[in-house]
């Protein structure tokens, strides 16, 4: 059993439309909709999800299909995906690491007894965006995250243009990341996740 399936806060969560009075029937309903960790299986429509989303921005991909299958056994219970009537929408994949600042190391290492999460990727179905999915599901992530005692804070490397988007989902600028891609720089941000031990007791993790 994962991490998440046995915590109250990410267990299997379906959402479903507010049922309408029989004089009001809509023709369509909203799709069921499930959060849960990303297993082996997903990996092939998790590479598909990411190759769209990176390749045409960035030239690659934080991650190949052998990596996220390498990922998804070791620690599937530091991913989440969103699926849509069982289709995955939109991802995110973590791993422990253990060092202050990211290295060459932290793009393909995961340290079990590290107490931060290096956020590898996230990305949205290319139909599905410009909906907010991505912001709500690293809320989602984060505050699952918080459940986890181990967990002192979340880390993560992107480009200059997306860190409006993550200081919004509450990261902060650290300064400029070690770790280049050929020819691409990247900003480190953090997430401060310790100092949360009053939600942990009463949030049902």
Known sequence: MSVISALPFLKPIHLRPPRSSPGRQRRHTLPASEFRSLTPEDAISVFEIEREAFI???????????EIRHFLNLCPELSLGWFEEGRLVAFIIG???DQEKLSQDALTLHRPGG???????????????QQGKGSILMWRYLQYLR???YVRRAVLMCEDFLVPFYRKCGF?????????????AFVEMQYPVCGHAFMRRNSGC
């Open 115 to 129: 107490t931060t999460v290096h956020i590898h990727a996230l990305a949205v179905h290319r139909t599905f965006r």
């Open 95 to 97: 791993s422990l690491w």
């Open 147 to 149: 459940c986890l005692p």
């Open 56 to 66: 045409s921005v960035s030239g690659d991909c934080p991650l190949h299909l052998d």
């Open 172 to 184: 902060k600028v650290q300064g400029p990341c070690e770790v280049t891609v050929g020819s691409l």
